[in-house]
């Protein structure tokens, strides 16, 4: 009678290792949010609550409005890109 293997090689134990660590992964991964998504002004940093009607821009209060509307042409687009929300005129 031929005798039974009761130990694993090196590539054995490393292959289940890393099949172990990836269902630990997909059991911590969660779904996605359901809480809305937080707006954030382009010029500050601090919560943008409103848009700019004329270039798209958010902006935190008035005083940051008043600088948006003396931007500079393509500035807006530039800020829009930051946040990949540019538009591509052609």
Same mark, same amino acid.
């Given at each position: 009678?031929?005798?039974?293997?009761?130990?694993?090689?090196?590539?054995?134990?490393?292959?289940?290792?890393?099949?172990?660590?990836?269902?630990?992964?997909?059991?911590?991964?969660?779904?996605?949010?359901?809480?809305? !998504?937080?707006?954030?002004?382009?010029?500050? @940093?601090?919560?943008?609550? %409103?848009? +700019?009607?004329? #270039?798209?821009?958010?902006?935190?209060?008035?005083?940051?409005? !008043?600088?948006?509307?003396?931007?500079?042409? @393509?500035?807006?687009?530039? %800020?829009? +890109?930051?946040? #990949?929300?540019?538009?591509?005129?052609?």
């Amino acid at each position: 009678p031929r005798k039974t293997r009761r130990t694993k090689t090196f590539k054995q134990l490393m292959a289940d290792e890393q099949k172990l660590e990836r269902s630990r992964f997909l059991e911590v991964a969660a779904g996605p949010s359901t809480r809305p !998504q937080e707006k954030w002004c382009d010029i500050t @940093g601090l919560p943008g609550r %409103y848009r +700019a009607p004329s #270039s798209g821009l958010r902006y935190y209060n008035k005083e940051v409005y !008043q600088a948006i509307r003396y931007l500079g042409p @393509g500035v807006d687009q530039e %800020y829009l +890109a930051l946040r #990949s929300a540019h538009a591509v005129l052609r």
